[in-house]
């Protein structure tokens, strides 16, 4: 091979280092973005494969030559051609030169590295304690007032390892897609027409059935109603496949797409919703440094692109569809209410004294409602009690977000009190719902078996975990639920039904530090529970007694009782 002098070395590097970068960037996509770290980890990387390439270069111009010593011994010594280091003995300039161009290389990769590290320090909390708290702005909300009250067929009752199990046996029945086609893991949650959906797209798969397929692209995608558990399949027809997807190579990689349309914008991981007409879109939100160089991540806008047509468009906050669920990632929402709750007595206090310090539980859920997809967590102190001290709702489309102070128990200990009521079934509960049952806090749960299948369901009160109602429906589940509620002292309020007559039969029972008392009337097979703690009139009833009684109106053998006067 022809020994190259240092120029034509140094150009020969450089082509060769522009090749192996394209070729990195077409990988590992950063945003050429200064607030990006990706971009200093590729710079870094460039810069190595530089020097690499032209120290390989070099050692074409080195001899090694193998001489005996006097007393025997072989010696290695190596000389050079190299038009750099061929006259360094001769000339301190050229030695220093040749020094410098070595030392280069480190200089800059030491340079980049101190950006990120000095970069991420002064971005920190350390220094902008205030300006985190500040990423995510947190409203007083009434629970009763602002959460409403849903019908059975909006509570998304499902939880997503369901309608994965789901979605999964409705895919295995089609037998013209399963041997092409795997359902990806992603079930975003949406609401589509009003309705709690989960919907996730198809992947190819493997690279010879992405040949076979590429040209009409995938034929559609899956959707799982969160309700009446109708797993659905829906195929796109005939020319208008999904070309645009995280499965597919190449240019039409959605990640790899919005890379080369947006360059410098950098990105939330896309995913896939549908319109109210079900037109499949990848939404892509654009993230944001609020802080420093790499602090106080946050969205500002989202790029949406077609994923049949790959039409794409950026749209700035306020001008977001309507359609549009996901803009805000529940995890980025739960990490800067996280900064709200730990810094808004200052830095110091994050970690000295912690007064008024709280933080979001280890858990999460989702709720549709008014036409948008809602995040939910549970608040707690930072001293690691087993009790919530309030909730937080979170629109993941505007932001819009509202703290709700309503002391209670966790989600995991509701979740064990639902697991110990049907404790006989061994049944596991999925991740409670909040949900306003008759002006209560309620933890709703599904209560599924070893099979994933749902069984019952349960609801547990948030300010009294013991009260625990079950049901192998939703309308058994509500009225044991509300049964319970009546049988500890809490009044529900509700359209009540009135029944008189004659006392014939009393029975007592202790439930939860109560004194329950169940009233039969004659010619009537019902028995209405009183407690005592909710009216303490009750303990002076007698057998003979005549009395009106309104109660709820429930599906359960024993009602409860709301209030009673006598009758002469």
Known sequence: MKKMDSKTRAIVSLILTVIFAAIDFYFTLPALNIRSTDLYFFLITIVIAYFAIYMLLSMQNMNVKRTVDENGRVIFTTETTDDDYSNVEKDPYLAKKAVSKQKAPIYIVGLLFAILVVGTVVSSPIFYADSYTKLIDIEPGNFEEDIDELSFDQIPWLDRASAQRLGDRKMGELADMVSQFEVATDYTQINYNGRPVRVTPLLYGDFFKWLNNVGEGLPGYITVDMVTQEAQVVRMGEGNGIKYSQSELFFRNIDRYIRVNYPTYMFERPVMEIDEDGHPYWICPKVIKRIGLFGGADIEGIVIVDAVTGEHAYYAPGDIPGWVDNVYRAELLIQQYDYYGAYGGGFLNSIFGQRGVTMTTDGYNYLAMNDDVYMYTGITSVGGDESNVGFV?????????????????????????????????????????????????????????????VKQYAMVNVQQYTVVGTGETLKQCEDDYISKLGSSGITVPSEETKVSGTVEDIRIAVISGN?????????????????????????????????????????????????????T
């Open 393 to 453: 709702w979170i629109n993941q489309r505007t932001k819009e977000s509202k703290y709700y102070q309503i002391a209670g128990a966790h989600e995991y200990s509701a979740m064990d009190s639902a697991e110990g009521a049907l404790q006989h079934l061994n049944y596991r509960a999925t991740f409670p719902l909040l949900l306003n049952i008759h002006g209560e806090p309620t933890y709703f749960m599904a209560m599924k078996d070893y099979s994933n299948l």
């Open 515 to 567: 004194s329950q008392y169940y009233l039969k009337l004659s010619g009537d097979p019902t028995y209405y529970a009183m407690s005592a703690g909710f009216d303490p009139r009750a303990v002076l009833i007698n057998v003979g007694d005549r009395v009106e009684l309104s109660y709820l109106d429930t599906e359960t053998q024993i009602k409860v009782v709301q209030s009673f006067e006598w009758l």
